[in-house]
């Protein structure tokens, strides 16, 4: 069973950085896709960034977070992760670890999604 557990949330002031972690675990084929999805309050939840697993491959959906927000993984402990920089108040949102057994990322659409983390808050005020 495919487990998805975020860590590295939290409160940070505008212009700070975090890093947020993804531990995924349990899939069975090297055929899947993951990465980042964002819920503000009281909007829909937004792709961010995704990775194929067997080519590493990453597209990124959100042309405002380009040069801010970069996606990485260690391949080797199954570990994704998200590095967020020059936060602002807009990025204040609960972030999700998703992933699905596709080969390709295409849309990144939360609809089509198969497996999701519980999601880490992050607040970003002064």
């Known amino acids: 069973q495919v487990q998805l557990v975020e860590s590295g949330g939290g409160s940070v002031h505008p212009g700070g950085s975090l890093r947020l972690s993804c531990a995924a675990s349990?899939?069975?084929?090297?055929?899947?896709?993951i990465g980042w999805f964002r819920q503000a309050p009281g909007k829909e939840r937004e792709g961010i960034s995704c990775i194929n697993n067997n080519g590493g491959r990453i597209s990124d959906y959100v042309e405002s977070l380009k040069g801010r927000f970069t996606i990485s993984r260690d391949k080797a402990t199954n570990s994704l992760y998200l590095q967020m920089n020059d936060l602002t108040s807009e990025d204040t949102a609960v972030y999700y670890c998703a992933a699905a057994p596709w080969d390709v990322c295409g849309d990144w659409s939360a609809r089509d999604i198969n497996y999701w983390g519980k999601g880490t808050l992050v607040t970003v005020s002064s």
């Open positions: 349990g899939f069975v084929s090297e055929y899947y896709v």
